[in-house]
């Protein structure tokens, strides 16, 4: 194919790399090519789990208006930044983490570094798994852990479903009533809400490693994969939420932790059973960025590694044993996530190619061997987006806001 030039860097400007485990990460280490199947179940694995039992809280609380213009509004955020996201990653095709797209973009460490910070935070409260299968370099090489996890998911959803439509009431002895909510301080469970919508569809954590792991032929197809995974959990979470939050099995949806309030019968416990191995596949993909991170700055050996990866779980569990409910940490985890990495790392990032372009004193980009870039924005229409992006995130703090104050200070 020749060689690739970057659209927002001229060659002279393109940093080199400092360590082995850098250059390591900016390849495809000898593993073959992911698919476009693949990945969308790698997204969609990354997004659908735990989070999908607090959605009927959504539909529960703030109704089934409110609560569907929450979910599309998430759903076109998250898919707004991961498509920017893919927009600056195509003018790099072999970037394989964040720290190596930072490294190209900004000058200096102190950007990579606080991005890395981000990710180790925003990860600390969703690694509920063990180790297995970790120390795969090569997210292809989880596919079938992926496989198994949307498909234990979809078994779930389908157990839920089914059992509403079909048999609503003949699972319990006495019809239970809907929970009150304590209207005294109502903005406080919008907060939550709010926040439990938006983190249903983050799916950015392991975007550039998806997007290199790719055939280059297949890379122009990243935002059709997004659009995919993002109209795939839409559907389900969706109708997941209106079947539990209109039952009076499921409490109608006004308990924040619908997988402990499951009916205590044999296909429910199971289920229970069920999200255990489930969370079991999403390791691979939680694990990725962490070891990358471990990688990068510390350059250590494999098995120092596997020691700092498991004392990041360790950690990261007990953070989560923390919070007494899956609301609480998932109003507390999406305050993170959807504000420093869904609108704050697209956003800056949008903006420094912008400014790279601007340097090098408005000349057209790069010449390519291909069309693959030809929707590459403009100067000025990256500068709004990114200003879009930002604006975003201020919403989205205002929105998730509140649930914090009262988790910190009740």
């Known amino acids: 194919m020749g060689v690739e030039t970057s ?9 080199s790399y400092e360590s082995a485990a850098m250059k390591n990460l900016t390849t495809l280490e000898g593993h073959g090519y992911s698919t476009p199947l693949s990945t969308v179940f790698n997204i969609v694995n990354t997004m ?3 989070g999908m039992f607090a959605l009927p809280y959504v539909f529960g609380v703030v109704g089934y208006l409110t609560g569907s213009i929450i979910f599309i509004g998430a759903v076109l955020a998250s898919y707004l930044s991961a498509y920017v996201l893919t927009m600056v990653l195509s003018g790099y095709l072999e970037e394989y983490s964040y720290y190596a797209l930072a490294t190209r973009l900004f000058k200096g460490r102190t950007m990579s570094l606080a991005i890395d910070i981000v990710l180790a935070v925003v990860l600390f409260g969703v690694i509920l798994g063990t180790l297995s299968h970790s120390g795969r370099k090569s997210l292809h090489g989880v596919r079938f852990a992926s496989y198994t996890g949307v498909g234990l998911m979809l078994l779930i959803w389908v157990s839920v479903v089914f059992t509403v439509i079909f048999n609503p009431l003949d699972s319990v002895d006495v019809e239970p009533v809907p929970l009150e909510v304590d ?16 983190f249903s569809f983050i799916m950015h954590i392991n975007l550039p ?14 935002p059709l994969l997004l659009a995919i995974a993002l109209a795939w959990a839409f559907v389900m979470y969706i109708i997941f939420a209106v079947c539990a939050s209109c039952s009076p099995l499921f409490y109608y949806g006004r308990v924040p932790d619908l997988l402990m309030a499951l009916p205590r019968t044999l296909l429910f416990d199971t289920c229970r059973v069920l999200i255990v191995v489930v969370n079991i596949t999403k390791t ?3 694990l990725h960025p962490l070891r990358q991170i471990v990688d990068t700055r510390l350059n250590v050996p494999e098995q120092l590694n596997w020691l700092a990866t498991s004392a990041i779980i360790i950690i990261s569990y007990c953070l989560f ?7 609480e940490a998932v109003s507390i985890i999406s305050a993170i996530c959807s504000i420093l990495t869904v609108q704050w790392f697209p956003a800056i990032c949008m903006w420094a190619s912008a400014k790279l372009d601007a340097t090098r004193k408005r000349e057209p980009l790069l010449p390519r061997r291909s069309d693959y870039h030809t929707c590459i924005w403009s100067i000025k229409t990256r500068r709004i987006v990114a200003i879009i992006l930002g604006l975003l995130g201020v919403l989205v ?5 509140p649930s914090i104050i009262y988790l910190v200070t009740k």
Request: glycine content about 8%; some cysteine; aromatic content about 8%.
């Open 7 to 15: 659209p927002f860097l001229a060659p002279q400007e393109l940093p």
């Open 321 to 327: 044993l923390w919070f007494n409910s899956l609301v």
């Open 48 to 50: 659908v789990g735990l």
């Open 284 to 286: 691979p993909l939680l």
């Open 209 to 222: 490693c998806l997007h290199g792991e790719l055939k280059p032929i297949d890379r122009p197809k990243m």
């Open 397 to 401: 703090g205002v929105l998730t806001g």
């Open 183 to 198: 209207t005294t301080r109502s903005w406080v469970p919008f907060s939550q809400a709010a926040s439990a919508g938006v």
